[in-house]
């Protein structure tokens, strides 16, 4: 456990966000191993079959990772007020939470499988390979919630390094299945699924054990646990908007994936490839948004506010800084970056043009994160929701329509940043009126 609210402020963030970075970029690199093993030994059918499902396993478990991101935001408020008491019945509560959320999840994700992809208009070279992976991913939900309980919970207590250790675990076990399962076995793209639940699994068993053993306050025993309703209704307000507003993102990113459809394999194969390398490019900033939202949560719950807004800039400057060295990479070996994933000139050459038109505006999508970090650390989630909810549904996916029908695939790719850009304004002019105060969970005495 770290106290954020004394020391200096660009320290405690930058050594709070280092094993934060790693870990997610451990984390994706289960998504980026997938992909490339599948689209070099199994081609590019499966490869399209794993992407596809990307965007509706992200649907179906995003509202329940935004409530769990609101669990940590309560956790760090309580903690930073020095309130344990309450900080042990969070962790209670929304473990419970999420062992019901995962089985309601696997179950209707498994049956709906084949559904949803029809109604997205996957190529029917492609469904039936993308039904089988989805429906192995979704049995292991619980596995993978239950991790992704105990990241939120350490992270909302000030400790990043102890969820990147599992993860690095996780990650090395998941490429060592797939090279097992696909290279030397030949089982095809149901064992890179089974790969990935057993890895999830590997990571929850190893932590949970971990904290049974070594933590001072987190305990995992269903049979002590005891369900607090007040603090759930805490967890559900903070993180419901989160939830709400990653449930947009997810189905907008639905949406997109089914104008991608229309433009047959080779569209949906470079796509899927290109998505994992935005999404890896992408993940340090969201970080240190993160790591921004457990800081701001423990300085406003100590009420120091000050402290809190210098950590703001402290965190934007990191992740501009970021953001600007990633764009030039990626401009500069963006070809080489899809070539990894497949040989296919034709997929190569739309996967290209992907990167290069998104990741010029990875700026904007720095201060849009850092903000919506910040904000949700303070409490205030209703407006990073709205503001996600009116750039995606107002503008990207509008013009993602508008344009590829006038300038063909392309179009989809250049909607993206115009929603970027309406997102960040919105955010702009939200924090500097001031309306976020007065959101937090702990409460000055003379306010009781």
């Not at 992976?133 to 993978?144: A, P, Q, T």
């Not at 919630?145 to 675990?169: A, E, H, Q």
């Not at 850009?421 to 007065?438: E, F, H, N, P, V």
């Given at each position: 456990m770290r106290d954020f609210t004394v020391g200096s402020e660009a320290k405690i963030i930058l050594n709070f966000s280092i094993p934060l970075v790693i870990g997610n970029l451990f984390q994706n690199l289960y998504n980026i191993v997938d992909s490339i093993i599948v689209g070099n030994y199994l081609g590019k059918e499966a490869l399209g079959a794993v992407g596809a499902s990307f965007p509706i396993i992200f649907t179906l478990m995003s509202l329940i990772i935004?409530?769990?991101?609101?669990?940590?935001?309560?956790?760090?408020?309580?903690?930073?007020?020095?309130?344990?008491?309450?900080?042990?019945?969070?962790?209670?509560?929304?473990?419970?939470?999420?062992?019901?959320?995962?089985?309601?999840?696997?179950?209707?994700?498994?049956?709906?499988?084949?559904?949803?992809?029809?109604?997205?208009?996957l190529p029917e070279a492609i469904l039936p390979e993308a039904?089988?992976?989805?429906?192995?991913?979704?049995?292991?939900?619980?596995?993978?919630?239950?991790?992704?309980?105990?990241?939120?919970?350490?992270?909302?207590?000030?400790?990043?390094?102890?969820?990147?250790?599992?993860?690095?675990?996780?990650?090395?076990?998941?490429?060592?299945?797939?090279?097992l399962f696909v290279v030397v076995f030949g089982w095809g793209i149901k064992s890179v699924a089974i790969a990935t639940v057993v890895a999830h699994a590997g990571a929850f068993f190893a932590a949970a054990w971990y904290l049974n053993r070594k933590h001072p306050v987190i305990k995992l025993s269903f049979r002590k646990y005891l369900f607090d309703r007040d603090i759930f209704k805490s967890c559900v307000r903070i993180g419901l908007p989160t939830g709400f507003q990653q449930s947009f993102v997810a189905f907008g990113m639905m949406a997109i994936m089914a104008i991608v459809n229309g433009f047959g394999t080779n569209a949906v194969a470079a796509y899927a490839a290109a998505i994992r390398i935005d999404s890896f490019a992408k993940m340090p900033a969201i970080t240190f948004s993160s790591a921004l939202s457990s800081f701001t949560g423990q300085n406003l719950g100590a009420f120091k506010e000050d402290r809190a807004k210098?950590?703001?800039?402290?965190?934007?400057?990191?992740?501009?800084?970021?953001?600007?060295?990633?764009?030039?990479?990626?401009?500069?070996?963006?070809?080489?970056?899809?070539?990894?994933?497949?040989?296919?000139?034709?997929?190569?050459?739309?996967?290209?043009?992907?990167?290069?038109?998104?990741?010029?505006?990875?700026?904007?999508?720095?201060?849009?994160?850092?903000?919506?970090?910040?904000?949700?650390?303070?409490?205030?989630?209703?407006?990073?929701?709205?503001?996600?909810?009116?750039?995606?549904?107002?503008?990207?996916?509008?013009?993602?329509?508008?344009?590829?029908?006038?300038?063909?695939?392309?179009?989809?790719?250049?909607?993206?940043?115009?929603?970027?850009?309406?997102?960040?304004?919105?955010?702009?002019?939200?924090?500097?009126?001031?309306?976020?105060?007065?959101?937090?969970?702990?409460?000055?005495?003379?306010?009781?």
């Open positions: 935004g409530i769990g991101s609101g669990a940590s935001t309560v956790v760090s408020q309580y903690f930073g007020a020095k309130q344990m008491t309450k900080v042990t019945k969070t962790i209670d509560t929304i473990f419970i939470f999420f062992l019901g959320a995962s089985l309601i999840v696997s179950s209707f994700g498994i049956y709906f499988a084949e559904d949803i992809f029809r109604l997205l208009q039904v089988n992976y989805m429906s192995i991913y979704l049995s292991g939900m619980f596995f993978f919630f239950g991790f992704n309980g105990i990241t939120s919970i350490l992270r909302g207590l000030g400790d990043s390094k102890t969820p990147l250790y599992f993860m690095v675990i996780s990650t090395l076990t998941n490429i060592f299945l797939d090279l210098k950590g703001l800039k402290i965190t934007l400057l990191f992740s501009l800084v970021y953001s600007i060295s990633i764009s030039i990479i990626i401009l500069v070996f963006g070809e080489y970056l899809i070539q990894f994933f497949t040989s296919d000139q034709g997929v190569i050459a739309i996967g290209q043009d992907y990167l290069v038109i998104v990741s010029s505006f990875y700026l904007l999508l720095a201060i849009m994160f850092t903000l919506t970090g910040f904000l949700r650390g303070a409490g205030a989630t209703f407006i990073p929701m709205l503001t996600t909810l009116a750039s995606l549904y107002l503008f990207r996916i509008p013009m993602a329509y508008f344009l590829s029908d006038h300038i063909g695939v392309n179009g989809i790719w250049w909607a993206e940043p115009t929603g970027w850009m309406a997102g960040t304004l919105i955010l702009i002019a939200y924090y500097y009126s001031g309306k976020w105060r007065g959101k937090e969970v702990v409460k000055k005495p003379t306010e009781n």
